[in-house]
């Protein structure tokens, strides 16, 4: 297939036409056309606008319509009021991107917003790509595309810079040109009314030039696309991330410059997490962390090694390390023996390695040898201060020079001025990150090592737990369905229970009295002792009230109880409604330990799991984890290891470690009820005793709503679960088996084996060239999926004990959201044995559930077998235009 990005006529562009061009000084069309010719635009450049002839010495037309070509991609400059007209023109001249730089759109009121509805709909309706409007522009230095109105221009490199804000792409700029940084794009996306991040990150990972990503976010449209294109491109390439906003008071501002909705901070936090991206808090941090990566910054843990020729300056960097989470590494014995051996018997004995204040370049070099060879070390921080004895120009050649073979970080922080500026200009040379004071140095080490974490987070693709003990999905929906056909979305203790019981969650059995006497009976059923609440839809925390009675051991005391709550209730809240009084069985767990996991709803990334230390005090308690569903064991141990209350749950004092297994499958079994159950917007299980023996949820509330009748199955999570109800068995004619099964990040292997196994002719035929191996970029574009705008099915035998691909098809949704792009390939061995046909009648099938109207097709023109094999599938072929060497193939999806 060709493969030509959609995004390439605005990023590549061949033509480029200055809607709005000018000669007067410091208009923005003149801006325009003096950048784009400074920077050398190697294309062709028109001029636009009926006021003049030429701009510049570039050649002016009347209209759009006027120029003599087609142009990939044309910049507005002019008042938005008329931008509609300006894009149907823009429309009927076959224009294929267009970049509206524009303010006075949704941020300027009522008719800005329908201005900018009038642009949008006429881009749509012509099919053009937009960019902004109230946007920077784009550069492409390797292309000397300056589509800018920006003073500073980029120098060619290999970062591509993705921003929400103009004014930050100028900031970075002005910092990067004395730095020696460059760029191989620069993006300023505006209000992102088109085109948004996802499409730009879709580009960049498959642009060469680029080798690393900066985004500066404000706030996300559309979290599944943010979050599929975030996570493709972490998986091939660096990305690090600013998000502005953070706090409430901040939102105001986002939503009047970039229109973005804001969510949860922790949130947003967990979802970059989850992305495997590197996530900054200020321009200082991304310039450190950029300096890093041109480093070769190699990131291995988070276990950091001080070493310092001051007391002083170790302990401050031991107080920031500890202040952000960074833990100091505990020297193995190994490491301890090579230190007293290297250093003075007064030296530190520990963590930072405070080597004195007389260490000349040797002593530095041989503590620094000692502490990189140590087994629980992830990164070194190499202090120095100008005292008598010490030479920082020398210490900086042995530190220099130690570094080129490290298989770990180092990071120096000369402090001081004059007597330390030569040994910064070295370490400059030799990329290696120094600081001139110790906190943003551990800082730079905490963001480079949680890429690391963060890149393991990535790789987990959770897939369903239904092979331990299937949920019964249908009864929980009969629940939910019930309560919201009598107007109700808070579920009961009861109903919230059975949703709980219905996807094998232990539970504490509850059930409700209307009377005293019924309180007696039940409470003699379920045994003594029992615990009473108040059943009310009205309540939302029954001890607030007066509502929950604990450990009552008599059934005398049952009769008094059920009054004495009602009473208490209604004296505190007296119009609340009662339905009556919940009865349990009283969990007397010596050992437990009560826990809380909750489901909220995010209005940017939809549900998130929370998990932290239960009871009363939960409100006022901020140790709550926070994760994005779906979850796996690994994610799951994550998540519980972030949280101060995980210390206590291994032996803590007198009591033994709680059975962190039933913990887990807890929380799995939560992530399942939030894939599964879309209608879900709050839970709350509180608390959860977790100890010895296992988990049960004591109480129970759950908050319901109803969601669209055409919504896809996953439509409500901002990350596609692993889709395992589509796996099938297919038996060969021959009796053989092969599974045919959604592809998973841990095929790589599987598919690099696979590829590598095909004849040259097969190779040829489905990449359209003659590669001996997929490159690792490929391998993980092709296997690290998001299950929702793109598909892959391998087909797999069982050999020998090991899984073995046999076959493999795909399809990827186009920008239009109504088509889809398709790709098979058949061992050479399993060739007309009915291989294809089947996999092609899955993906077909797949893709038509989803809503996709139309799968596409290219194909080499002398592959007679494979045109035949697609025409008998329905595809209807015609001749591509622009190249006469492949075919184009439609196949109609919907009736």
Known sequence: MKDMHYLSPLLEPRSVGIIGASEREGSLGSVLVRNMLDAGYKGKLFAINPKHESVHGVACYKSVEDVPQRLDLVVIAVRAEKTPAIMDSCGRAGVKAAILLSAGFSEAGPRGALLERQVIDAAHRHRIRLLGPNCLGIMRPQLGLNATFAHASAQKGSIGLISQSGALCTAILDWAKPNNVGFSAVVSLGTSSDIDFGDVLEYMISDPRTESIFLYVEGVRDARRFMSALRGAARVKPVLLIKAGRHPEASRAILSHSASPIGDDAVFDAALRRAGVIRLYNLGQLFAAANALFSHFRPRGNRLAVITNGGGPGIMAADRAADIGIPLAEFADSTMEKLNAVLPANWSKGNPVDILGDANADRYGKALKAVLEG???????????????????????????????????VVACWMGEDLVTESRQKFSTAGIPHFQTPEPAVELFSHISAYYRNQKLLMQTPSSLSHLSPPSIESARLVIEMALSERRKKLNEMESKALLAAFRIPIAQTVVARSAAEAMVLSAEIGLPVVMKIDSPSIVHKSDVGGVRLNIRSLAAVRSTYQEILDEVK????????NGIAIEPMIQKRNGRELVVGVKRDPVFGPVITFGEGGNLVEANRDIAVALPPLNSYLVKDMIRSTRISTRLAEFRHLPAVDMNALELVLLRVSEMTCELPWITEMEINPLIVDENG???????????????????????????????????????????????????????????????????????????TMRELPPAMVARLTQIDYDREMAFLATLEVDGKEKEIGVCRYAVNPDGESCEFAVVVADDWQHRGLARKLMGVLIETARSRGISYMNGVFLSNNERMLKFVQKLGFVLSNDPEDNTVKLGVLALQD
Do not use: C
Request: proline share 9%; net charge negative; no cysteine.
């Open 571 to 578: 004296r505190v809240q007296p119009d609340a409604v009662i």
């Open 695 to 769: 988990a049960v949820a004591v109480d129970a509330s759950i908050i319901v709503d109803n969601v669209s009748p055409t919504a896809d199955r996953y439509d409500h999570m901002a990350i596609h679960p692993y889709p395992s109800h589509l796996t099938q068995h297919w038996i060969v004619p021959d009796g053989t088996t092969v599974t045919i099964r959604p592809i998973k990040p841990e095929d790589a292997e599987l598919e690099v084996e696979f590829v590598r196994g095909l004849s040259s002719e097969t190779k040829y035929y489905r990449f359209m060239n």
């Open 375 to 409: 087994p629980n070390v992830d990164g070194v921080l190499v202090m120095l201060t100008p005292q008598g004895i010490t030479n920082p120009g020398d210490v900086a050649d042995v530190l220099i020079e130690l570094e080129k073979t490290a298989d770990k970080p």
